[in-house]
């Protein structure tokens, strides 16, 4: 069974910069994987922010940039707001045999 | 407005069947591919089946597979989750998501359905 992993919890300072990352168990993560990022706040349905690991949808704030870090999936935070405290959910693409597959989620704290 | 609706959780006993909808308008929906994803309590979130634009494609998560059927009516611009064998374990939040032309790039979500499975 395929696992994806991202780090449990992440705490970060107003201002300050933050990276996520999105990990398989299968290997190093590709552009073949369409990495993508979700942010969930409390009560409320997931909002997409990056796709095909770097693009940005169209309300997605300039400070959230996606890349490929050392085999992982990255989301970086620069410039770090109150209200990006939040769930963030990673998600990998693993063919047509087998879809996808969600991280189990990063708990951002803006402290 | 692109929006999506979704519709027709509820209690349902284990063992027992359930049909989501997802109601999409302000865009043409038969031009999308579309997801299923369910979230349980206080857990994260698990993708959980995909339909192409015609209906003619679809995946599922092994998890579900042979109980969980994903469809599509594109006269009626609705998306359909079919519940069967439910367990338990299927409990969660359902939100339907729009794929926008690149795979699994969900662009436009539901606020999602509650299914409850208990006796």
């Known amino acids: 069974q395929t696992v994806v992993t991202q780090e449990p919890s992440l705490t970060v300072s107003p201002g300050g910069t933050v990276t996520l990352t999105c990990a398989s168990s299968t290997g190093a993560v590709t552009s073949t994987f369409y990495p993508s990022w979700f942010q969930q706040k409390p009560g409320q349905a997931p909002r997409a922010l990056i796709y095909s690991t770097s693009n940005r949808h169209s309300w997605t704030p300039a400070r959230f940039s996606g890349s490929l870090l050392g085999g992982k999936a990255a989301l970086t935070l620069s410039g770090v707001q109150p209200e990006d405290e939040a769930d963030y959910y990673c998600l990998l693409y693993y063919g047509g045999a087998q879809g996808g597959v969600f991280g189990g989620g990063t708990k951002l704290t803006v402290l | 407005e692109e929006q999506l609706v979704e519709s027709g959780g509820g209690l349902v006993q284990p063992g027992g069947s359930l049909r989501l909808s997802c109601a999409a308008s302000g865009f043409n929906f038969s031009n999308y591919w579309m997801h299923w994803v369910r979230q349980a309590p206080g857990k994260g979130l698990v993708w959980v089946s995909r339909?192409?634009?015609?209906?003619?494609?679809?995946i599922n998560a092994d998890s579900v597979k042979g109980r969980l059927s994903i469809s599509r009516d594109n006269a009626k611009n609705t998306l359909y989750l079919q519940m069967d064998s439910l367990r338990a374990e299927d409990t969660a939040v359902y939100y339907c998501?729009?794929?926008?032309?690149?795979?699994?790039?969900?662009?436009?979500w539901g606020q999602g359905t509650t299914v409850t499975v208990s006796s």
């Open positions: 339909i192409n634009s015609d209906g003619t494609y679809t």
């Open positions: 998501a729009r794929e926008n032309k690149i795979a699994f790039a969900m662009d436009v």
